[in-house]
């Protein structure tokens, strides 16, 4: 496709459920991230992706959280046992990777996450 | 701890107004990125500064990079309904992951 698409745009769960969300990249980018953005806040880094290898999960807030890029292209953000404070909008962007201070991402429209 | 402050946090101007928003850190980047989110969408990148002390524009909006590479600002002339949203500042930590700040929200009213 054109852009960066996510699914699901939206996602009910219940406290204690598991939730897969995905993202597909721009086809050839091969950077990938995920941010987490809370209501009225700027996003926030989660984890990192280049090609399949995860060179950097620092942002992951807990072991619930585990994310999987297997063929280096769409990736899969994974949160175990949900809850209440899980509830935010997961974005993922991609970039060509061609790296340093030009990097530029592109964002998908998101996932917006609610846990009942 | 914020990486990032921006101010102000919200804002809300008429049409034509000019307005300047602010982008501050303690730490030094290796660039600095400006995007503007809409409501219900990612945030879309309005432009990359990469050298202290240098400004960009693109068309009403007029983005500089402090000397020391720290903070920077977005100046929008004439501010039209549609330059309402989330501003959201980015900074580049020499080649690794970019660090956003908490934005500032504006307002445009007709």
């Known amino acids: 496709g054109a852009g960066v698409s996510q699914s699901p745009r939206y996602k009910v769960a219940k406290r204690g459920q598991d939730v897969a969300l995905r993202c597909d990249p721009i086809?050839?980018?091969?950077?990938l991230f995920w941010y987490q953005q809370a209501l009225g806040q700027g996003p926030e880094f989660l984890t990192y992706?280049?090609?399949?290898?995860?060179?950097?999960k620092s942002g992951l807030p807990s072991d619930r959280f585990f994310a999987e890029r297997p063929e280096g292209s769409v990736s899969t953000l994974k949160i175990q046992r949900t809850q209440q404070e899980d509830s935010a909008v997961y974005l993922c962007?991609?970039?060509?990777?061609?790296?340093?201070?030009?990097?530029?991402?592109?964002f998908g429209s998101g996932t917006q996450l609610s846990v009942l | 701890t914020q990486l990032l402050e921006q101010s102000p946090q919200f804002l809300s101007i008429q049409e034509g107004e000019n307005l300047t928003v602010y982008c501050n850190s303690s730490?030094?980047?290796?660039?600095l990125q400006w995007y503007r989110q809409e409501p219900g969408e990612g945030p879309v990148l309005l432009v990359t500064?990469?050298?202290?002390?240098e400004v960009k524009k693109l068309k009403r909006l007029t983005f500089q990079f402090g000397d020391a590479r720290k903070d920077s600002s977005l100046h929008i002339t004439a501010a039209q309904t549609g330059d309402t949203g989330l501003y959201l500042c980015?900074?580049?930590?020499?080649?690794?992951?970019?660090?956003f700040g908490p934005g500032t929200r504006l307002s445009v009213l007709p």
């Open positions: 962007a991609s970039s060509d990777g061609q790296g340093g201070t030009n990097e530029k991402l592109f």
């Open positions: 086809s050839g980018h091969v950077s």
């Open positions: 992706f280049q090609n399949e290898a995860q060179l950097d």
């Open positions: 730490s030094v980047f290796s660039s």
């Open positions: 500064v990469v050298t202290g002390g």
């Open positions: 980015a900074g580049g930590l020499y080649g690794q992951n970019f660090v």
